[in-house]
């Protein structure tokens, strides 16, 4: 090999050297240093449920220009979950969700002014739905604690229901049956506090997500309708924050 040939491999030799060196520097320099506890270990099942519940009766109620208003609803929905750690501080798995909700105004008086004013009776709905969820958890420890950390959690929700809304009495009764499907995906960080080594409060909520909704509707058994409606959600969804108590088995 000529001298000229050595010259340029050896000055390749020492670039060479000289990149390695620069990029091991380089990631050196912006490490951050974050280090990852075990703070949901590998094998554990993971299950719970979350339960809402809300009631109200009116007699007489007022609300804005809504008055005399004479009667109930209430709400109810509970979600049952299970999941397994396959991996340290990553678990994966499903929920299933049902929801009953029922209105019913016996009487209401809608005044708009002095001179304006309609009345509001015999107005009932009832609906059910119905959904179930694969869902992805990342778990993060708050460094060395065990009671308190946080979850990332991926969801993706089918479901569906129906729902009945009456009005009026004898003949002037009318009614409108919907059926519903729905699909959601969504992402929803939450926190996780352990009262004991087995048992713990997990609250979360939505901040971004993407909701489809496709609904037939038919009044009368006559008039048949369809709507459908799209969503982004790119905020924090105050309206699904979530509490529910989990057990580490």
Request: glycine share 8%; proline share 1%; with cysteine.
């Amino acid at each position: 090999m000529s001298s000229k040939s050595k010259l340029r491999t050896a000055i390749a030799a020492v670039a060479l050297i000289a990149s390695s060196f620069m990029t091991m520097s380089s990631q050196e320099m912006f490490k951050r240093g974050l280090e990852q506890h075990s703070f949901i270990p590998k094998g554990q099942w993971i299950t719970g449920v979350s339960v809402n519940f809300s009631q109200t009766h009116q007699n007489n109620y007022q609300f804005f220009i809504v008055e005399n208003i004479d009667g109930d609803t209430y709400s109810f929905k509970v979600t049952p979950m299970l999941l397994y750690c396959f991996k340290d501080n990553l678990a994966a798995g499903g929920k299933f969700g049902y929801q009953r909700t029922r209105n019913k105004i016996n009487a209401a008086d809608v005044v708009v002014d002095s001179e304006s004013d309609y009345d509001v009776d015999n107005l009932y709905s009832i609906s059910h739905n119905y959904s179930a969820m694969t869902c992805f958890r990342n778990y993060i420890s708050f460094g060395n604690n065990k009671r308190f950390g946080m979850f990332n959690e991926l969801q993706l929700q089918v479901g569906g229901g129906q729902s009945k809304l009456t009005k009026g009495t004898g003949e002037d009764f009318t009614g409108t049956y919907e059926r519903n499907f729905s699909l959601d995906v969504g992402l929803a960080p939450g926190m996780i506090m352990f009262l004991n080594n087995y048992s713990a409060i997990e609250v979360n909520v939505g901040v971004l997500g993407f909701s489809y909704t496709s609904t037939k509707s038919t009044t009368d058994r006559i008039y048949v309708a369809h709507r459908s409606s799209k969503s982004a959600n790119f905020k924090v969804n105050l309206f699904s924050i979530t509490f529910g108590v989990a057990f580490y088995l």
